[in-house]
């Protein structure tokens, strides 16, 4: 049976992996995104930000809700401004509570309703120079859990929580061979991640293979937040 998931943040690069994978299962994918107009998805709109008020109506009953935005803000915890860390906080946890709060009545007509988060490795190890990020994250993995318990039994919340993935919002970190080998050296499993390895955890997530999985932040990290490298 033909599901329709909501996606803000779709013109992420791990977003569109996972429209790609739910399309040709014969699901219907609508997109939200600050930037242009992409082809891929259904239906787009296209917003200023991911703030509350800003989301536009949808009549849609809906079957899963992912929120892809997110900041890589990397510095010295000196060097961080209060406009640093408000910034981080809201892209990545409030904009997250404004896109479900918009369209939580939507969800709740779905008998098999899904909500999935996006977080970071960063808020489960301690990483130098992460932590604007690492709270940012954080405060997202415990808006998982809270309102999995909130909306349980009928509408179940997850978390997915990758490692540096090979998207445009990482190149900067990887955009030189000796950059990636570095990254590569300080993964357990000697990769970076790419697009499809955290959309396949996202679409699982959505679907009914999942039906007994809530309140989980799930680690698509190759082993870096629980195996010692």
């Known amino acids: ?18 429209t790609k994978l739910l399309k040709q299962k014969g699901h219907r994918v609508i997109g939200i995104s600050t930037k242009d107009e992409n082809s891929l998805y259904d239906e787009y709109f296209q917003i200023e930000n991911y703030d509350f008020m800003a989301f536009p109506e949808i009549t849609d009953s809906i079957d899963g809700l992912v929120y892809f935005p997110g900041t890589i803000n990397l510095k010295p915890f000196a060097r961080l401004t209060q406009s640093d860390f408000l910034t981080d906080y809201q892209i990545n946890s409030l904009g997250a509570v404004a896109f479900t709060q918009a369209y939580l009545n939507n969800v709740k007509r779905s008998p ?40 349980a039994p009928s509408i179940r919340v997850n978390c997915v929580a990758p ?49 007994w999985v809530s309140g989980q932040v799930v680690a698509v990290d190759g082993g870096m937040s629980k195996i010692k490298n």
Do not use: C, W, Y
């Open 1 to 18: 049976m033909s599901k329709t998931f909501l996606f803000a943040g779709a013109s992420s690069a791990i977003a569109k992996e996972a």
């Open 112 to 151: 098999t309703a899904s909500i999935v988060f996006l977080s970071s490795v960063a808020a489960s190890i301690g990483l130098p120079f992460h932590t604007s990020i690492a709270m940012a994250k954080g405060a997202l993995e415990g808006l998982t859990k809270a309102l999995a318990a909130e909306l």
């Open 163 to 211: 490692s540096l993935v090979n998207t445009p919002m990482g190149d900067k970190f990887i955009n030189t061979p000796d950059k990636m080998e570095q990254m590569k050296k300080r993964n357990p499993l000697q990769m970076v991640g790419a697009p499809i390895d955290v959309a396949n955890a996202i679409v699982f997530l959505l679907s009914v293979e999942s039906a």
